[in-house]
Each structure stands twice: as C-alpha cells, then as structure tokens.
C-alpha cells in the first residue's frame, strides 16, 4: 500500500496505532485545512466536507474487517471513497452532482491512466450553439474551443476522458476566477459582452495539456491502490442498492443553510453542457437547494423532538417569510434528510457502523442543531449513538450575509456523530 496520508502539519498517521475513537475525535478535527495535498484532496477543493487525513483515521478505527464495505450517500468529491482505496476497503459512493461524480473518479484511478488527450482534432471548432451555457462566462471563439475539446474527450473512453474533463473543469474555474466574490457557493454570470473571457487557442490549449500533465504527475506520486469503488450519479433518498449491503457509512449531510450547490458548480456544470440557468431541475433536486418543490406529504408529528421543536421556532419566528417560504424550505430538508436516513438504514447490514460529519448553523436568531437532529432522527430507525465530538467552527458563511448580522447568534459547532447498529439478520453484501 502507499504511503500513509498526510496531515497539513505533516504528521503521518499510523493506522495499526491509531488511538480508540473517542481520543482521536478529540485530537483530530474533520474540518478540512486550507491547504490539503494527501488524496488528492487539493484536485477541485471545496470548503465543504471532511479532510482526508481524518476519514483514513476514521475508517482504521470502524472498520471490523477487510471484507467491510463502505458507503458515502453523499460522496461529493470522493474523500470517502479515496479513503477507502487507500486502506484497501471495497467502496460505493453516490452524488446527484455529475461534476463531483467526476473528481471522485479521477480521485480513485491512482495508476491506471497511461497518457493524456494532447489535443482536440485538427479541424475547425466546434459551432457553438447561442445557447451553450459556457457563453455566459466566455467569448464564443473561446467556448468553440472549449466544445472542441469536450467532443475530442467524449471520443475516448475509461480514465484518460476522466482526466481530460477534470482537466477542463480546472481550466475554465480559473480563467473565470474574476466572476467569484467573498461566497465560494455563488458565481456570478458576466452582464456584458465586454465582461466575457477570451483565451487565444494556443494558451487555452497549452493550459489543457498542463493540467492533465500536472495531475497524472500526482496520481503517479500517489502509488497504486487496489480495491473495488462503485460510483453512481444518484440520489440519498433512493439509493441503488440491495437491503443489507454496506457495512460502514461514513458520510457528511449536506448542511441546513440554503447553500445552492449547483450554482456552486454552475462552470463545470455548464463544461458538461449542463445549462442551471434555464433547466433548474439539478439544482431543485439537490438537498438543502435554496429551491422548493412539492413536499411529500411526510407528517410533521413523525420527527423527533428536535426536529419538531426547529420546525415550531420557525414557524412562529416574527420575520418575514419565515412562515411562508423558510418553513417549506426547513420541511423540504428534514423531508430529504429521514427519507435519505430511512434508505441509509435499509441498506446498511444489521451490525453497521456510521459516522456523520455534521455542522449546526443559525436561522435568523435559532440555533439549528443539526448533530441532534441527525441523531435522533438515526436513532429512531434502530441506530445507538457512541459518541458526539464537536468542534467548534469559528469562520460562517451566513456571516457573510449582512442582514443576517442583525440577528444574535452563538457559537456553532461541526461534530462527529458516531452511531452502530446492533441488530439480528444478515444480507448479502454489494460488489462481491
């Protein structure tokens, strides 16, 4: 196996010594760093989710045997699953998000690509289409070039196209890098002709070529790993699995904090051709969208109490909307959360462990306590919490809000709710 992964103070974690969980959740945030190399974490850095460092320790202390499958129902980016490789564990993991579902592979294919797409085909670009959503950042000369390569790239198949796609997604993030503000989960579109981006042909390709160099450089550095990873564009609320299947879930909720991660990824989205502005159906479907939809119907009396004691608060709260629009939103996210907890629970084997990753934030002037409802509500579905570490969080984006500032707000923490499932029964596991 490679070498072992690599806090950003450059600590090396030993894992056939690592101390009992409730020690090292003590020691060891999940909170990423600003700078994290091992895994690959640095490929397409998020602010959100967990650090690398911290789900190989997390695994070494809740893995029970090698034959453990683990399982990321939010997987984001693939730190689960990277983790996993890297200890040699059998992995699934899924995302509604075809972006990150595309990190998340090039994440795992450490040693399996050969060489990189050195340039589109010798013929003339791409007519791009008057509504292609890259227009809303770039110039048409620069999007055709752009297309030119997105068609030399859907040409080849397996790792190589993996690569080239990352590659692309890290290329039009930086020369768009002007349209970020201070909110790294909104990217403005360009309100003029003037605004939009023109890159020479020449550079935008030597830019492409150096990103693919650049990663298969790192994924060569990693080393080989050697297990099975199953990725799937899916959703937590209907997980394509078979009852009984995953031993360990190792996972991170997207937080109640009407973050729009779609528009998040609005540029690498819109590399897939995917046009957020005019098809809202990605962005509606993900949990914790700052978009409503029909609700399910689900009953409120059927949460626990703190559950219904936030739904309470906000209903009552004096502010505008917070009946009205914040209500439904708060009912949309605890509607996706049990529906995704009842499928989590369906698929996990009768004597499963699960670690949550999980930040509180503030509505308005209330405290919404995330890590309590997450564990209650898991534990209404036959799961015993173990453990509860917080860590308090000292940098919020709701902050970033000024009206938000007007409300009195106290400390917020992220904590690692550990839970396990003890329960008679067994089923047949995925992936063998």
């Known amino acids: 196996m490679a070498g072992s992964p690599m806090s950003q103070t450059g600590r090396q974690t030993d894992a056939s010594t690592a101390p009992p969980a409730h020690v090292r959740h003590r020691t060891l945030s999940p909170k990423r760093p600003k700078l994290e190399t091992a895994g690959m974490a640095d490929l397409f850095p998020y602010y959100a ?13 809740i893995r029970t045997s090698d034959s453990d499958i683990v399982f990321d129902p939010w997987n984001g980016s693939g730190t689960t699953t990277a983790a996993a490789q890297y200890h040699g564990l059998r992995s699934v993991g899924i995302d509604l998000n075809p972006v990150v579902n595309i990190i998340a592979q090039l994440r795992v294919h450490i040693g399996e690509i050969g060489e990189i797409c050195s340039r589109p085909p010798d013929t003339a670009d791409v007519e791009v289409a008057l509504d292609d959503p890259l227009l809303a950042w770039l110039t048409p000369p620069t999007t055709s070039r752009i297309r030119s390569w997105t068609q030399a790239l859907s040409e080849i198949s397996g790792p190589a196209s993996t690569l080239g796609l990352v590659a692309l997604f890290r290329v039009v993030r930086r020369i768009t890098r002007s349209f970020e503000g201070s909110n790294p989960t909104w990217v403005r579109r360009a309100s003029t002709m003037t605004q939009l981006i023109d890159v020479p042909v020449h550079a935008l390709d030597q830019m492409i070529v150096g990103e693919q160099e650049t990663i298969l450089q790192r994924l060569g550095a990693e080393g080989n790993r050697h297990s099975d990873v199953l990725l799937a564009t899916a959703s937590s609320t209907n997980i394509p699995l078979a009852d009984s299947s995953v031993d360990i879930i190792l996972t991170s909720p997207p937080y109640l904090t009407r973050l729009d991660y779609a528009v998040a990824h609005a540029r690498e989205l819109a590399v897939l051709s995917i ?15 700052t978009l409503t939809r029909p609700l399910s119907g689900r ?10 004691s936030l739904i309470e608060q906000v209903r009552s709260h004096q502010s505008k909307a917070s009946a009205g629009y914040y209500l439904k939103q708060l009912l ?5 959360l049990t529906s995704s907890l009842d499928e989590i629970s369906r698929v996990a084997t009768p004597t499963a462990s699960m670690a949550l990753v999980v930040q509180d934030s503030y509505y308005k002037d209330i405290h919404v306590k995330l890590a309590e409802i997450c564990a209650e509500e898991a534990s209404t579905r036959g799961w015993t919490v173990k453990d509860r570490a917080p860590f308090e969080v000292t940098r919020l984006l709701t902050m970033m809000n000024t009206a938000a500032q007007a409300y009195k707000k106290g400390k917020v923490s992220e904590t690692v709710v550990t839970l396990e499932r003890r ?4 089923g047949a596991k995925v992936c063998e």
């Not at 009396?301 to 703190?306: A, H, T």
């Not at 329960?423 to 067994?426: A, L, P």
């Open 299 to 308: 009953p409120i009396g059927s949460y626990g109490v703190e559950a219904t």
């Open 332 to 336: 949309q996210y605890l509607d996706d």
């Open 49 to 61: 989710g967990f650090s690398f460092e911290w789900a190989c320790e997390e695994l070494a202390s």
């Open 423 to 426: 329960h008679d029964g067994s």
């Open 275 to 289: 046009d957020i502005a005019n098809d809202r159906t990605l962005r509606r479907e993900l949990m914790g969208t």
